[in-house]
T-cell receptor
Framework: GESVGLHLPTLSVQEGDNSIINCAYSNSASDYFIWYKQESGKGPQFIIDIRSNMDKRQGQRVTVLLNKTVKHLSLQIAATQPGDSAVYFCAENIGGGGADGLTFGKGTHLIIQP | GAGVSQSPSNKVTEKGKDVELRCDPI?????LYWYRQSLGQGLEFLIY????????KSGLPSDRFSAERTGGSVSTLTIQRTQQEDSAVYLC???????????FGSGTQLSVL
C-alpha cells in the first residue's frame, strides 16, 4: 500500500491568507522529503525539500515542517496568491535511492478564492 | 538543455497502434524516471534508469511497455498495441543523483481512441 498520503484532497483558501497542506507518512525509515507543485497541463515543479535531520526549512513564502514523532509533513504557503492554485504533492525517500525509494502522495488541490 | 524536454506534447493514436514517447533529460543527470499520471490522479512509477546500471522496470504495467536509454542520455518509452486504458500523461524526470530532487518535463498527453 501507499505509505504517503494527504489529509485533504482539496483545500480552499482566501487570497492573502496562509495555506497549510498536510502529508502523513508511515515509513519511519524515510529520511528525505520533497514538495512538488503541479499546475494544470504542466509537470510537477520542485518547491522545497527537507532531510530528516531537520524539523523546519524555509524558502520564499514557503515553509516545510517535519514532525518525525508523528510522521507528519506540512507545507505552509504565506500570503497565498492566485498563482499558487495547483495540485501539491509530497514525496518521501527511504534512503535506498532510485525509484523504489521515492513514493509520491496522491496530491492536494489548492484552490484560491478571490 | 535548460530543463527536461519531452516530445511530443500530445499524441492521439488508435487502439492497437504502437507509440514512442521521447525524453531529453537535463545534461549530466545520471538518473531518469518515467511516471504515468491519469486524470486527477497521483504519479504512478513506471521505470528508472541510473547510469549504466540495469533499469528498474518494476513499475511497468505490462509487457506492452518498454523503455530504453541510449548513451546515458535520451530515453524512449514505447507502448505496443495501445489500449484505451493507456490514455494518460506520461511524465519524465531526471536527477543528478540519489536523494536529489527530480526535475520533471511537461509530459506527453497520450489519448488512445
Amino acid at each position: 500500500g501507499e505509505s504517503v498520503g494527504l489529509h485533504l484532497p482539496t483545500l480552499s483558501v482566501q487570497e492573502g491568507d496562509n495555506s497549510i497542506i498536510n502529508c502523513a507518512y508511515s515509513n519511519s525509515a524515510s529520511d528525505y522529503f520533497i514538495w512538488y507543485k503541479q499546475e494544470s497541463g504542466k509537470g510537477p515543479q520542485f518547491i522545497i525539500d527537507i532531510r530528516s535531520n531537520m524539523d523546519k526549512r524555509q524558502g520564499q513564502r514557503v515553509t516545510v515542517l517535519l514532525n518525525k514523532t508523528v510522521k507528519h509533513l506540512s507545507l505552509q504557503i504565506a500570503a497565498t496568491q492566485p498563482g499558487d492554485s495547483a495540485v501539491y504533492f509530497c514525496a518521501e525517500n527511504i534512503g535506498g535511492g532510485g525509484a523504489d525509494g521515492l513514493t509520491f502522495g496522491k496530491g492536494t488541490h489548492l484552490i484560491i478564492q478571490p | 538543455g535548460a530543463g527536461v524536454s519531452q516530445s511530443p506534447s500530445n499524441k492521439v493514436t488508435e487502439k492497437g497502434k504502437d507509440v514512442e514517447l521521447r525524453c531529453d533529460p537535463i545534461s549530466g543527470h545520471t538518473a531518469l524516471y518515467w511516471y504515468r499520471q491519469s486524470l486527477g490522479q497521483g504519479l504512478e512509477f513506471l521505470i528508472y534508469f541510473q547510469g549504466n546500471s540495469a533499469p528498474d522496470k518494476s513499475g511497468l504495467p505490462s509487457d506492452r511497455f518498454s523503455a530504453e536509454r541510449t548513451g546515458g542520455s535520451v530515453s524512449t518509452l514505447t507502448i505496443q498495441r495501445t489500449q484505451q486504458e493507456d490514455s494518460a500523461v506520461y511524465l519524465c524526470a531526471s536527477s543528478s543523483g540519489i536523494q536529489e530532487k527530480l526535475f520533471f518535463g511537461s509530459g506527453t498527453q497520450l489519448s488512445v481512441l
